[in-house]
């Protein structure tokens, strides 16, 4: 079977969602699919970066596509930057071969139209993987009005493409709930969670943490990681008001990682409140993001409130292969909360209880090596189950349609890591 997937991200850029796609697409090419891959040329982040227009990488042929890179500074850039990828996308497509099965993920958002409307010309079936839930996030932070001419044409194409697609596959029960709603027939919606993108216990970490610790002067501090995407789909103001509760902890110090629209505003809050507690790093480099995210003592995981159901905190299954405590701050209806209530591991903070989640942070400093052990167990016993050969084998039998996968292939994948770190 030919399989074109479409997404702005692949290999070798470093983000989850990347990393993910990779490892679907290296699934398919090893059950003898013929995979094709469009993406961006520029890294997602760095986009000053660019990656060659074509590669075959693990028998899978990737081609590149070109755009502006301003970067995510201003959310004009970002448009500029989706709009001449939508560009270059479109033409690189006028000449594609067809192919018997599209799926489109959501990077940029509406891509999917794009894939329909492929499929629909040169005939095969169109694929939504749904990696979040698009104009309505947009609606949700004000960016978009949902009333707006724009907003309801935006409405317009996505419905039309969830309803017209073969098979819809979201991330979670609260996404399936919402796309039902967009008219998605309710038989072609399949749940397929995100796995990590890291291994468990993997080989010389521990010595690369505390590298990582000595780089950054923080041995014997008591870690509390935000790591990941700074937007406002994910407001961190709860966690600064909490670093601002505990300055006077001089254990305690506050790590952000990462890139994106709201890194300006951590550092605003850091300058206008005087602290020392809070330390800003950029996005990691490849080699280095096992070791940033194993530093944590606590992890935060962030979802704003009203977003269950239109994004999907994928950072949740690293958090649990790291095996350490983590604390989310956002709904009580969500994915991270129903892991929390199902298998009483973290703890749930709705987003303004910063004085909640200064006692959780102080109350996680004591925890004993026993109590922390078990975290490691559950957590990877919860990993296993999120694997992604369970997962993959999941989509396959009900989009590739070919049977179960035979015993000897139920391992998982993530033992045998689709990305190249060579």
């Not at 995510?72 to 099965?101: H, M, N």
Request: hydrophobic share 40%.
């Amino acid at each position: 079977m030919k399989i074109l997937l479409l997404n702005q991200t692949f290999y070798p850029d470093n983000l989850a969602t990347s990393q993910q796609v990779a490892d679907l697409a290296v699934y398919l090419t090893q059950r003898g699919h013929q995979v094709s891959v469009v993406t961006g040329q520029r890294a997602y982040e760095e986009r000053q970066r660019k990656f060659v227009s074509f590669e075959k990488w693990q028998g899978i042929d990737i081609y590149r596509v070109s755009s502006t890179g301003f970067g995510k500074g201003r959310l004009r850039y970002r448009i500029i930057d989706s709009a001449t990828f939508f560009i270059s996308l479109v033409w690189q497509l006028i000449f594609f071969p067809g192919q018997d099965l599209v799926i489109s993920f959501t990077s940029p958002p509406l891509i999917g139209a794009v894939g329909a409307l492929f499929s629909w010309l040169k005939g095969g079936r169109s694929v939504q993987w749904l990696m979040d839930i698009n104009p309505d996030a947009a609606f949700q932070v004000g960016y978009l009005n949902r009333k707006s001419p724009l907003g309801r044409a935006l409405n317009f194409v996505f419905e039309a493409t969830v309803k017209n697609a073969s098979e819809v596959i979201v991330l979670d029960r609260w996404m399936k709930h919402r796309v039902i709603e967009h008219g998605a027939p309710k038989e072609r919606v399949i749940v397929v969670p995100p796995w990590s993108v890291f291994k468990e216990n993997e080989a010389g970490v521990e010595e690369a943490i505390r590298e990582f610790k000595r780089d950054h002067k923080l041995e014997k501090k008591f870690i509390v990681l935000y790591s990941g995407n700074h937007s406002v789909v994910h407001p961190l103001d709860t966690l600064l008001d909490a670093a601002k509760e505990l300055r006077s902890r001089e254990d305690i110090v506050f790590l952000f990682i990462g890139a994106g629209l709201r890194t300006k505003d951590v550092a605003a809050f850091k300058e206008k409140n005087q602290l020392s507690n809070i330390v800003q790093l950029p996005l990691q480099p490849r080699e280095k993001v096992r070791a940033s995210f194993g530093s944590a003592d606590l992890h935060c995981v962030v979802m704003g409130p009203g977003m269950s159901g239109l994004v999907h905190t994928s950072k949740i299954y690293s958090v649990l292969a790291s095996g350490k405590p983590f604390v989310f701050v956002g709904p009580h209806q969500s994915h991270v909360s129903d892991l929390v209530r199902v298998n009483s591991l973290g703890t749930v903070v709705e987003s303004g209880q910063a004085g909640l989640l200064a006692e959780t942070i102080l109350e996680t400093q004591k925890l004993s090596e026993q109590a922390r052990e078990h975290i490691r167990n559950v957590s990877h016993a919860i990993v296993r189950n999120y694997s992604p050969m369970i997962n993959l084998s999941n989509f396959y039998q009900h989009v590739i349609q070919e049977g179960e996968p035979s015993p000897e292939e139920a391992f998982p994948l993530s033992q045998e890591p689709a990305t190249d770190e060579g």
